[in-house]
């Protein structure tokens, strides 16, 4: 029975911490004012206008660069503990570099964080969601290891600005949607198709400058600031379509080459990427005639410098698919589809958001978490996002079960399989611009009108549930709003 989850009696302990998530680009607009520099996303949805479904950009999006306050009070009527945001990198350095830092920038994040304080609420910040500034991209973007660096000075400079004040920090949103969608598949900025290299030498780097900034922290910070680092990792449950060695080992592959390629070498007591995400590639990069594996090797040093540089990790999970098959694709071109065994998708039948890739599977919410713990010794896991998408309908009741039923299977996940999860984000506080997807999926606690030039916000039936459960720390299914409906 699906709803089984729902009528959970435990409840989330009295230190766990709920919250809600945004990012820059999705939500702040003045992408061009008082100094704030080009990232890949002005670029790619200036120039490239026919990539994005409804043509659309984040100039303006929400507009909560004019809107502190106004955002703020949001939080604050939800009853959250803590917010998620990310800072636009190029809002801070307009050209990437720390030669330059942006009295402006410095001034939004500034007013943001001490407004989010004085009501209560944590700042939780993100340094990078997808955001790169455009100057660095023109000098190759993730794939040249020289960004490495340059980012650990943007940090540095995140660090000593507003780590006064800000205790929880996340180096990079989603490593594997930044390299394999941004520089493989091109479904994200800045949208290359180098299936089978760009995306793992992206990685490459990504790793190492998470690496270098969570031990710039420990030296330069900690002993004054005394917060944490971590990163948050995006992971899709993969659950094998039979009992089958066959099957099971493409899941399993699956999971391991996704979730573990950025989870492995931080997380692991052996470092380094996964076994079978090392073989798999360099066995295929030999049919494939490479003189030498595509995937990137990194030295000793490197491998020990990368391990156990996560103060916690956050987890993004919004879905499951199912993987069968075996690995018959020997004449195949180099991707990192291809790098995997079998292949993996989504039952039709599966009830789904308005975004394709979205499904709703709250079981396998139980299973990445219950993987992860088994894998990497219970490591610290907050979850950084979570939600479901639909239209923008005010009584959404679809998001509400959704809701319900992956809180429920985290409390499961909690009480009954000892992981150790401290905290809930949902994905988002408000509609946003959905990158490639522009408008027209919404995943937002309140609604936002984008043909209004104010972007006035409204509140979801959603919003009253979910401030229902923080302030119970409880799952009501019957829990009803006033003015509206019953779903
Ligand atoms: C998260 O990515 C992001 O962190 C967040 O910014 C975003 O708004 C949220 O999810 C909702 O999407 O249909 O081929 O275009 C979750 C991972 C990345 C999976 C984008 C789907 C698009 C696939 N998602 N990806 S496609």
């Not at 809107?67 to 939800?78: A, F």
């Not at 005639?289 to 156990?308: A, C, D, H, Q």
Request: with cysteine.
């Amino acid at each position: 029975d699906r709803f089984e989850a729902c009528e959970s009696e435990y409840t989330f302990p009295s230190n766990f911490e709920f919250g809600v998530a945004t990012a820059a680009y999705q939500i702040e607009g003045a992408w061009d004012v008082a100094g704030k520099g080009e990232n890949i996303w002005d670029f790619l949805t200036h120039n490239r206008r026919e990539l994005i479904v409804d043509g659309s950009n984040g100039d303006i999006a929400c507009d909560s660069y004019h809107k502190t306050e106004e955002d703020v009070q949001l939080l604050s009527d939800l009853h959250v503990d803590v917010y998620r945001f990310s800072l636009s990198w190029s809002r801070l350095l307009p050209g990437g570099h720390a030669n330059f830092t942006n009295p402006d920038g410095i001034r939004y994040y500034n007013e943001l964080i001490n407004a989010l304080i004085l009501k209560g609420i944590k700042p939780m910040i993100t340094l990078f969601h997808w955001d790169l500034p455009q100057p660095l991209q023109e000098i190759g973007g993730w794939p040249n290891p020289y960004i490495a660096d340059i980012f650990v000075d943007y940090a540095d400079i995140a660090f000593n600005l507003f780590g006064d004040r800000v205790k929880d920090w996340i180096t990079f949103n989603e490593p594997y949607q930044i390299c394999a969608e941004g520089y493989s598949t091109g479904r994200l900025a800045p949208a290359y198709t180098q299936e089978g290299i760009g995306g793992y030498l992206c990685g490459h780097t990504l790793l190492l400058a998470h690496a270098k900034t969570y031990h710039l922290y420990q030296k330069d910070y900690k002993p004054t600031q005394n917060g944490k680092v971590g990163i948050t990792i995006h992971g899709a449950w993969a659950e094998p379509a039979t009992d089958s060695a066959e099957d099971r080992l493409s899941a399993d592959t699956y999971v391991r080459m996704y979730f573990g390629w950025f989870a492995h070498p931080i997380l692991s007591q052996t470092g380094d990427y996964p076994q079978i995400m090392k073989d798999m590639i360099r066995d295929k990069s030999a049919t494939q005639g490479f003189s030498k594996t595509r995937l990137p090797e990194f030295t000793n040093e490197e491998i020990e410098m990368i391990k156990g540089t996560a103060d916690f990790v956050g987890l993004n999970h919004y879905t499951s698919t199912v993987c069968s098959g075996s690995d018959d694709l020997i004449d195949a071109k180099p991707s990192h589809q291809n790098d995997r065994i079998g292949t993996c998708s989504q039952p039709p039948e599966w009830e789904g958001g308005a975004s394709s890739w979205l499904k709703v599977a709250p079981w396998g919410f139980r299973k990445i978490l219950n993987w992860i713990k088994d894998e990497y010794d219970n490591p610290e896991v907050i979850i950084t996002e979570n939600g479901y998408s639909d239209t923008g309908d005010l009584e959404d009741c679809a998001r509400i079960r959704y809701f319900n039923e992956y809180l429920g299977a985290l409390l499961e996940a909690i009480h009954e399989d000892n992981c150790n999860v401290v905290g809930y984000m949902a994905w988002s506080l408000m509609d946003n611009f959905e990158w490639i997807h522009g408008y027209t999926e919404r995943f937002g606690l309140y609604h936002v009108d984008f043909s209004n030039p104010d972007r006035p916000r409204t509140a979801k039936m959603s919003s009253y549930v979910y401030r229902n459960i923080i302030d119970t720390r409880k799952i009501d299914t019957s829990f009803t709003v006033g003015d509206f409906g019953t779903c």
